[in-house]
Every structure is written in structure tokens, then in C-alpha cells.
């Protein structure tokens, strides 16, 4: 599932980042703030009507991503 799709309150874990061509720089930004593989995240709030921004958290730090960015992201949910 992609990291922009995964509900508000629900928690997961980085499973990769997709990059869209060689050596794409958004993709090693967000590596670059913590978007690894294992690593606990969690949509905090969504913009309003479903737009832009999505809150996200990442151990103890929060990022505001874009749609587009977020969806570069791979997550699984965490087992309850």
C-alpha cells in the first residue's frame, strides 16, 4: 500500500521508496529524512477535503508531504 492511501490513525512501517528515474532527488530526500525500510510511520492529518498536505510522523518527527511525494512510498500495517 502506498503511504498516501494508508488511513489517518493507522500505523505502519516503511516497506521502500520508489524512485522515479536514476538517481531521483526527491526519493533520496525522503530516504534522507528517515523513510527507510522498518521504520514506524504514521498519517497524522490529512488537508482538508482530501487534499494537500498530509501530516506524517516518523518516530518522533512530523513532515508535511505532498500526495504525490507520499505515494513514492511503500507501507505494510503494523500486526494489531
Same mark, same amino acid.
Given at each position: ?35 527507510? @525500510? ?12 482530501? +487534499? @494537500? ?26 500486526? +494489531?
Amino acid at each position: 500500500m502506498r503511504l498516501s492511501e494508508l488511513p489517518k490513525g493507522t500505523d505502519a512501517v516503511v516497506d521502500r521508496v520508489h524512485d522515479a528515474h536514476a538517481a531521483d532527488p526527491i526519493a533520496q530526500r525522503l530516504r534522507d529524512l528517515g523513510f527507510v @525500510d522498518g521504520e514506524p510511520v504514521r498519517v497524522v492529518a490529512i488537508g482538508p477535503l482530501g +487534499a @494537500d498536505p498530509l501530516l506524517i510522523q516518523i518516530g518522533s518527527t512530523r513532515f508535511a508531504l505532498r500526495r504525490s511525494e507520499a505515494a513514492r512510498v511503500t507501507v505494510r500495517r503494523e500486526a +494489531a
